[in-house]
């Protein structure tokens, strides 16, 4: 009876929130998505732009290489990462997880600017290099590919070991024991029993990094040069530069697309969702 | 079992080498804080808070702190009261499609962040609402529902429904449930959706960046343009309060949880 009363006098509840979101978010994105097609009049001239100037498909492709390659670097870094932590004993464990989770509260500015005082031509790491005579110019850090890579790696860390982590965690032992004793080598113990049961971990973590890196922002605009304008620079510049509603819009229903298109196939691939609550 | 073979070995380096890398740019930062240099040089020469004077004396710099705390407390409160309604809304009522108002609800934290600021920035040039501070609320606590919503209905789901129940047997109103079985069972999420809130409108970069004007500029925006110009050990002091406060909001958020484990033990 409490049920049925209570139940239907809660569902009004949702109402708050719902209108905020549909105001606030779903309308004006579903506006800006309408200036594709519509501005500065309807056609799709706007695709037209984006998919004929070489310009235009040099920054899709960039985006795309620097997601790959952020999405590679975690992969690297964060598969030993999760490893060590799930066979850690307890305080190395938390320790690790500290460490992968400190940066992950700390705002992409913070992190970003720390970056920029290290990379800089006359930064610390240049100084440092320099002072032990390992180089004697120095080198070129940031405003660069490397340093876009740097500064997102670290950044989407956390996004891969998660993932990764929650998947280890789950797997037994045995499976690893059982192919050493019928003679696989470690190396082939690993490859044909292990790997294949962290694949779950592997393709949500590396989803989660590329998708989230496709539409990054402020890491490429702070620490590339002018090779690594990514997309979302693209659709900042076009707005607040030149006010190009009708390309930018175009350029935002590309990566809305795009994002959405590489979650679906996954999620059919796979069978896996984005487990993003770790 | 575990042997020092090559692999353990470069496991062991490679973990050593990530470490570093998450910390040590971070501890710099906290280090160049402190520094008496007149410009970044490390190690500092001696110990100073000039920096952190010169943040609390500089009104560029008061002006953008007292925007940022402005937009945050408001933000913090709606968000936390919309999305606590809306989770009970979604777990405890007969609202059919819940699985698709809870996505929607979830989308700004789906949809890339740079689409929904040029978006809002589009239709808040049009609604007047461009380089305001209500702007900001809005726009912010639109950003954090997701995180409080998602805290919120992960916790309603652990709440023992029977205690619900006895209550509701026992003669007490929907209302007087809620507000003596349910909320306090609740109450370490909802905090914890709360500091959720506070720290990402205070951290928020890329929607502020774009519906924020010259007259009304929050912190974040302040420090992106300085640190286009150039680095400025001031940006040093103001991220290492930044990353305090997040600390602190962390520790809080933990002490939450760890009270809401007492009721359990008995």
């Known amino acids: 009876m409490f049920a049925k009363l209570a139940r239907d006098r809660f569902a009004w509840l949702v109402l708050p929130a719902g209108i905020l979101i549909l105001a606030v978010f779903a309308y004006p994105v579903f506006w800006l998505l309408v200036r594709s097609f519509s501005d500065p009049s309807w056609g799709l001239q706007n695709y037209e732009t984006v998919f004929a100037k070489v310009i235009y498909l040099k920054v899709l492709w960039n985006t795309v290489a620097i997601a790959g390659a952020t999405t590679i670097g975690a992969l690297l870094l964060g598969f030993p990462m999760a490893y060590s932590m799930v066979h850690a004993p307890p305080l190395m464990r938390k320790l690790l997880v500290f460490v992968v989770l400190i940066p992950f509260w700390t705002s992409i500015l913070v992190r970003t600017f720390a970056w920029m005082v290290l990379l800089q031509p006359n930064g610390l790491l240049n100084d440092m290099l320099i002072g032990i005579g390992f180089i004697e110019t120095p080198a070129k850090f940031m405003f660069n590919r490397t340093g876009v890579l740097i500064g997102m790696i670290q950044i989407m860390l956390p996004f891969m070991v998660f993932p990764l982590f929650s998947v280890m965690t789950r797997i037994d032992h045995a499976y690893v024991q059982a192919a050493a004793n019928l003679g696989a080598t470690p190396v082939k113990g690993f490859l044909r029993v292990y790997l294949p049961l962290c694949l779950p971990g592997i393709v949500t973590g590396s989803m989660l990094v590329f998708i989230i890196s496709l539409g990054y922002f402020i890491t490429p605009a702070l620490l590339g040069g002018r090779k690594d304008v990514m997309i979302a620079q693209l659709i900042q510049q076009q707005i607040s530069d030149f006010g190009n509603w009708g390309l930018s819009s175009a350029l935002a229903v590309v990566l809305l697309i795009g994002t959405g298109l590489i979650f679906a196939v996954v999620h059919k691939v796979f069978k896996v969702g984005p487990d993003a609550r770790f | ?266």
């Open chain 2, 1 to 266: 079992m575990d042997r020092v073979s090559p692999w353990n070995l470069l496991r062991g380096v490679i973990c050593a080498l990530v470490v570093v890398y998450m910390i040590v740019p971070l501890a710099i930062i906290l280090i160049i804080s402190f520094s008496a240099a007149q410009f970044l040089s490390f190690p500092p020469p001696g110990f100073s808070l000039q920096w952190y004077d010169k943040f609390f004396t500089d009104p560029a710099w008061l002006r953008a702190l007292n925007i940022s705390v402005q937009v945050m407390i408001p933000t913090a409160i709606l968000s936390t009261l919309a999305g606590t309604a809306a989770a009970l809304a979604l777990s405890r009522s007969t609202l059919p499609g819940t699985a698709f108002i809870q996505g929607i609800l979830m989308a700004p934290l789906v949809v890339p962040v740079i689409i929904t600021a040029a978006a809002i920035f589009g239709v808040f040039r049009i609604w007047g609402l461009y380089g305001t501070v209500p702007g900001l609320v809005l726009a912010h606590t639109v950003l954090t529902i997701p995180y409080v919503l998602s805290t919120v209905v992960t916790a309603l789901g652990l709440v023992d429904r029977r205690l619900e129940d006895a209550a509701e047997n026992l003669g007490a109103r929907p209302f007087t449930i809620f507000r003596r079985i349910t909320l306090p069972l609740i109450m370490p999420a909802v905090l914890s959706g709360l500091l959720f809130a506070m720290v990402i409108s205070f951290d928020e970069l890329v929607v502020t960046l774009f519906i924020s004007t010259p007259t009304v500029r929050p912190v974040t925006v302040q420090m992106w343009s300085n640190i286009r110009g150039s680095v400025d050990p001031t940006i040093a002091a103001i991220a290492t309060l930044l990353f305090l406060f997040s600390l602190l909001a962390l520790l809080l958020e933990g002490l939450a949880r760890r009270k809401s484990n007492q009721p359990r033990a008995f």
